[in-house]
């Protein structure tokens, strides 16, 4: 079983792109999502990029910005890659199949 749940604030507004596919464009959101420590428990935020597609993707493009907290259901999925110096390198992601709002929009928001 591939499931991770998470919840935590966006750093920064969603990326939003289109991507061609077979059956046409498709929207794509990329959000980096800074996820707290255990309550009690000292250490750091863990960041975490989050990709999420179609019209939960155009959602979050349209009602989400920085600082907003979300629940991130998805799966762990890795990437690789080889960078410009030729190294190998990789990293973790969340393929999210929800994104749930936690905080309320702001007045902006709401009046978009």
Not at 57 to 76: F, I, P, Q
Request: proline share 7%.
């Amino acid at each position: 079983m591939n499931t991770i749940t998470v919840i935590g604030r966006l750093t920064t507004a969603p990326l939003t792109r289109s991507v061609a596919s077979d059956a046409g464009p498709r929207t794509v959101s990329t959000l980096a999502l800074a996820v707290p420590p255990e309550r009690g428990r000292d250490g750091e935020a863990c960041f975490i990029d989050v990709v999420v597609w179609g019209p939960p993707a155009e959602a979050c493009a349209r009602y989400l910005d920085k600082g907003r907290r979300v629940a991130v259901t998805g799966r762990l999925a890795l990437d690789r890659w080889t960078a410009q110096d030729g190294t190998p390198r990789r990293a973790h992601r969340i393929v999210a199949t929800s994104v749930e709002f936690l905080d309320r929009p702001t007045a902006d928001a709401a009046a978009a």
